[in-house]
């Protein structure tokens, strides 16, 4: 008897839902970085428990969209935890506890409102979700037994983990409890698979992390990544074209830092991890262009499977 079904993880921006599908499927299949709103469409993980195929769904966080393609993330991250046998709601503590210990309202504290609204949501749809409180490394234990019951008493969670998505710590119990709930099916994916992107859009994603990791704080959110070009060359190497998306001519300088070594750095750090994802030396080629208007292009939506629509 197999299982296999669906995961999805959902939370505020930022509350470590890729650090936590990558540390399930025991390697990288979506992007982390310190910036909030990283990740911009569902990206599936591979996870195998026993006799059970866990599909995690990391989806991009929820929050109070403002502009569409913020309106097309949410409704991507709901639409991922509608379709899955199970749903986990993971919380970022230490920020959790610093809105209750300020006493200040939830509104004031942005991650606090997120959670409240995602909380909502699932009363609103009728789900039951695993509430995991993550980030606790260099937290005690009991200071989040408050928190916990707090949240526990809203009646949209089934059970309470403390995890540290980092460190590892609890991501075992976590996934045992989620193999358990797989329905009876045949394994979706071959055993070995471990991730679902393809090879363009995961190459692109891992320019644009490198991008977030070096200018999070210079670049606001709207950058994007497209691979215009993926070829495998016959000595075995790949050549990567990709294009990055600033809005603003003032982003161009940034991104090319002084004498171009900003984007340079983006290169090197990208082409080593694609060097070591593909298992062939991939050499690749950036090229900046602004366009104002990517983020209201129909195109780009589509591309990544989310409704431009929304
Ligand atoms: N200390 C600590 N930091 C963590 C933990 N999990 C994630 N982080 C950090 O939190 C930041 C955000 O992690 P992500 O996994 O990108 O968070 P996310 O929820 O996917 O964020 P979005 O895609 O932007 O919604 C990164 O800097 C992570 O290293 C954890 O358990 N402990
Ligand atoms: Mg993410």
Known sequence: MTRAGFAAIIGAPNAGKSTLTNRLVGAKVSIVTQKVQTTRFPVRGVAIEGEAQVVLVDTPGIFQPRRRLDRA?????WGGAEDADVIVHLVDAPAELAAAQSGAKPADH???EDVVSIVQGLKANGKIAILALNKIDGMKRDTLLDLSKTLFETGVYSDVFMI???????????KTALAQRMPENPWFYPEDQTA????????????????YLRLHEELPYAAA?????FEERADGSIRVEQTIYVQRESQRP?????????????????????????????????????DEGWADKREFYGNVGLDFDA
Request: net charge positive.
């Open 225 to 229: 990544v497209e691979t215009t070009k």
């Open 254 to 290: 940034i991104v090319l830092g002084a004498g171009g070594q900003t984007l340079k750095w983006i290169g090197q750090k990208s082409r080593e991890e694609l060097t070591e994802l593909f298992g062939h030396t991939t050499h690749l080629f950036l090229h900046v262009q602004v």
């Open 110 to 112: 942005r991650s606090a």
């Open 73 to 77: 993330m949410v409704r991507a991250a």
């Open 196 to 211: 679902d992107l393809p090879a363009r859009l995961m190459a692109a994603e891992i320019t644009r992390e490198k991008i």
């Open 164 to 174: 540290s998505a980092k460190t590892g710590s609890g991501v075992d119990d976590l």
